[in-house]
């Protein structure tokens, strides 16, 4: 187990480097020249300065180094936790997340609470149900769920919820009404997931001899399904959840767009229209390491969940 945990830990490491790298990469090769794009953001033309001013600017923000030299910096930086200084808003990067950071991890919480909650009640209903008409209608709302944009789903959830309706707010990030449509929208693609590999797990597992057994011996369709049929069907849910924490961040980013909340998310798309690397960077950072974390967590979790599965090697 000690083994296996160092290797997961080495390979959490091995991501987060590789995600670091290939997103200063991608930025580098972006069209366009960083300083000017960094100076019409702040309402200054590039074109209105004298060669050295634009020299001098360049070296204060290390633009004059190489490719590499820049990658070491701000790796070297970030090793050491200093994240930067952001290019176009001049403030340390810390200190943008300070004040993003909850927004998106109250609208990503909530989320993953409401899509677990809803995607496991519909396939286990789904499961349960013996009327034909109904369980065929319940079992292609998952299919409906994921194949629908997010951005339209957050359209006709204002539409519906907020013009029509009034109950929540349009836009905004104020309190938890503002919370709920954005966090349902983001919640509904995961949510079909885990109800369309629920159903299928189900299937599985009503053909196998302990729930036979079960049967055979004096329990319901209820009791079965509840203490013997659950458990293992649910298990590769768990192994989504942790899939899903990277779909949640990057959906994230739509969502805040959509809903005007200021998280995250929006401060990675504005970065990166303003190619603020390092304000990118961080945000790639983060991200990887929330996902890492959570699918080690995942990956200890299996064996107690099921005895089945060893990491340990066995000893001949």
């Known amino acids: 187990m000690k083994r296996y945990l160092i290797g997961r830990i080495g390979q959490a490491l091995l991501v987060l480097w590789g995600a670091y790298t290939v997103t200063y990469l991608i930025l580098y090769l972006l069209p366009g020249d960083t300083l000017s794009i960094m100076l019409s953001a702040s309402g200054m033309e590039a074109d209105g300065l004298s060669a050295e001013d634009l020299a001098k600017a360049r070296a204060y ?3 004059d180094q190489g490719l590499w030299q820049q990658y070491a910096d ?23 997340l300070a004040e993003r950071l909850p ?5 990503a919480g909530l989320a993953i609470v409401l899509s677990l909650l809803g995607g496991i009640g519909l396939g286990y209903l789904t499961a349960y149900l013996q009327w034909r008409p109904l369980k065929t209608a319940l079992s292609r709302l998952p299919s409906l769920g994921f194949s629908v944009p997010v951005f339209w789903m957050g359209l006709l959830l204002i539409q519906v919820f907020a013009f029509g309706l009034g109950w929540f707010p349009a836009t905004g990030s104020n309190g938890f009404d503002s919370l709920v449509l954005p966090a349902v929208t ?5 949510a079909a997931v885990y109800a369309q590999v629920l159903q299928r797990g189900f299937q599985g597992v009503w053909q196998e001899p302990y729930i036979v057994t079960a049967f055979a011996k004096g329990l319901s369709r209820a009791q079965v399904q509840a203490r013997h049929g659950l458990r293992n069907a649910a298990l590769p849910i ?31 798309q504005e970065a990166v229209l303003r190619q603020d690397i390092p304000v990118v960077l961080a945000i790639v950072s983060v991200s990887a390491a929330a996902f890492v974390v959570i699918n080690l967590l995942v990956d200890l979790l299996y064996p107690y969940l099921d005895p089945r599965i060893s990491h ?3 000893v001949s």
């Open 312 to 314: 340990c090697p066995k």
């Open 103 to 107: 927004q998106t991890l109250a609208l």
């Open 61 to 63: 923000y290390g633009l």
């Open 238 to 268: 768990l192994t989504l959840v942790g899939l899903q924490v990277g779909n949640t961040v990057s959906g994230a980013v739509l969502v805040e767009t959509i809903f005007s909340r200021n998280g995250v998310g929006r401060l990675a």
């Open 186 to 190: 983001l919640a509904i693609p995961s």
């Open 74 to 96: 701000l790796l070297w930086r970030a090793l050491h936790g200093d994240l930067g200084h952001s290019l176009s808003l001049n403030r340390p990067v810390t200190a943008l």
